[in-house]
């Protein structure tokens, strides 16, 4: 018996990586009653041997599990947000922060395609990141995007743990990657003029050697729309509102209308931003309105 990390998956085949080697390995039979889906990422016990056919035996607990894109024990997220092509939404950006908080991932967010922007649109962006690291989060973001100085902060970052590259399809996240270590020859794909958005290139999820971690490639997506949380989970993964929270007058306040709210006066004098409590009264919404409602 081995152990290793399930480094892709293909049509019921998954990819075991075990002392840097790789292991072809099929899931157990039993996999299927018990209702155990391996994920990428998964560390699991298999028997196996070079180029012959291993089984996986056992998936181990899982650390945390993102359902978009599909992966398991993620230390760290990049964020990979274009300003432009496809279209800039804070939007966008919060559903996806929020997926990471709740799974408690650190979130770097990773601006592509400034090179795209005049100096009016790069400030009006700038005031944005400031906003993001405010509240908390690395942002990376430089006039040439793939520059030097931003690659070294991202490796400094992502440094010796498991990530996932994640964002929307043709926001630029395998052209990071290829940044990184150019070897890796990924695929890119083109931005359809017409629809304003990539094409998904990258079909599958899977774990890269970079530098002493392993990042995931992952396929892109046009909307984001998993809220796998209650609404009074929600604030608790927005870290400023949670940290500001709790200051408001009544515990579990939902900063809505409830009176004598610290998160409502943070937005008033600029504390907050906007766009994130915006982001988040909508979100609030969308929770209660899902059928059935998600419980833990
Ligand atoms: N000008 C400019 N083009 C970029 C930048 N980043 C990516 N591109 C281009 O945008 C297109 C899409 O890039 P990809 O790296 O394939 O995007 P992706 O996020 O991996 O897309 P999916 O695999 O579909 O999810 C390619 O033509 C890239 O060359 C950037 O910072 N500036
Ligand atoms: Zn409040």
């Known amino acids: 018996m081995k152990k290793g990390i ?6 019921g085949f998954y990819d075991v990586l075990s002392d840097n080697e790789l292991y072809r390995t099929r899931g157990r039979g039993n996999f299927r009653q018990k209702k155990i889906k391996p994920m990428v990422g998964d560390q699991v016990e298999f028997d196996g041997q070079n180029r012959h056919e291993g089984y996986l035996l056992k998936v181990l607990p899982r650390k945390n599990a993102l359902t978009r894109p599909p992966i398991a024990n993620v ?4 964020v990979v947000t274009a300003v432009r092509e496809p279209i800039f939404s804070t939007n966008l950006l919060d559903r996806q922060l929020v997926a990471l908080e ?8 990773y601006f592509t395609k400034t090179d795209l922007l005049n100096q009016a649109e790069y400030d009006a962006i700038n005031v944005i990141v400031k906003g993001y690291q405010e509240a908390g989060y690395a942002v990376i973001m430089s006039h040439d995007p793939f520059e030097k100085q931003s690659l070294v902060a991202l490796r400094k970052l992502i440094s010796n743990q498991i990530g996932v590259v994640m964002g929307q399809t043709g926001a630029g996240k395998s ?4 940044h990184l270590v ?11 003029q017409a629809l304003q958005r990539g094409k998904h290139t990258t ?12 990042i995931a490639d992952t396929p892109g ?7 796998d949380m209650t609404n009074e989970q929600l604030p608790l993964y927005f870290p400023e509102m949670a940290e500001i929270g709790k200051n408001c007058r009544f515990r579990g306040c939902l900063h809505l209308k409830e009176p004598n709210c610290a998160v409502k006066e943070a937005v008033a004098n600029g504390t907050i931003m906007e766009s994130r409590y915006n982001n988040y009264s909508q979100f609030h919404d969308l929770i209660v309105a899902q059928k059935p409602n998600y419980k833990k």
């Open 6 to 11: 399930i480094q892709q998956s293909l049509s």
């Open 175 to 178: 052209t990071l990657l290829n």
């Open 75 to 78: 230390d760290v997220a990049i």
């Open 182 to 192: 150019p070897s890796l020859a990924l695929p890119t794909g083109v931005i359809s």
């Open 102 to 109: 709740a799974q408690k991932i650190k979130a770097i967010i």
């Open 221 to 227: 997506f046009s909307s984001y729309e998993t809220f």
């Open 203 to 214: 079909r599958k999820v899977s774990l890269l050697n970079i530098d002493n971690s392993l």
